[in-house]
């Protein structure tokens, strides 16, 4: 194919490798997966890749926080982080479990030759009746969520934090 007199010759432009790419982005990478939705909470699940450590074989208490190496702020926050999660998700497993028998029930209560248009007008009145009903319920679980989200927030931000000081004033311990 012929080119014209005004078209320039395009630089080619070099795609970083991973290798050159690491020399610009130098935080540790994270390979958090995402699992598929639920069929029924319609959440996908966060496979985290730095779950909490395995607890050490001396210790015998499961609750104490003496058997895990390092510190213990970190491995709460992993463990915060996961009963979040298990929150939301068990919120909504009950509410769309409850609202997928709601719906079913009256479709259900319809008769045999309803029209579509009644269907409709059916199904609408009950998302209305459920959005009220459910309006509490949805509210008390959004304040939860949130002081619970904030507080998982704040202690990673601390956790990352103590990280950075420690990162920053290790040349100058002695030990």
Excluded: C
């Amino acid at each position: 194919m012929p080119r014209s007199s005004l078209s320039l010759p395009s630089p080619r432009l070099r795609r970083p490798t991973t290798t050159h790419a690491r020399q610009f982005h130098a935080s540790i990478s994270r390979r958090h997966l995402v699992g598929p939705p639920h069929p029924i909470s319609h959440l996908r699940p966060v496979i985290y890749d730095d779950a909490p450590p395995p607890p050490a074989p001396h210790v015998r208490h499961p609750y104490s926080l003496r058997e895990f190496t390092g510190d213990t702020r970190e491995y709460q926050w992993k463990m915060q982080r996961q009963e979040l999660d298990a929150f939301n998700h068990a919120f909504w497993l009950d509410s769309n479990t409850r609202f997928y028998a709601a719906k079913n029930a009256v479709l259900e209560s319809l008769p045999e030759g309803t029209s579509t248009e009644q269907r409709e007008a059916a199904l609408s009145a009950f998302y209305s009746r459920w959005v009220a009903q459910e309006r509490t319920r949805l509210d008390e679980y959004d304040a939860k969520w949130r002081k619970r989200n904030w507080s998982t927030v704040l202690l990673g931000a601390r956790v990352r934090y103590q990280e950075f000081v420690s990162l920053i004033t290790r040349p100058f311990r002695r030990d």
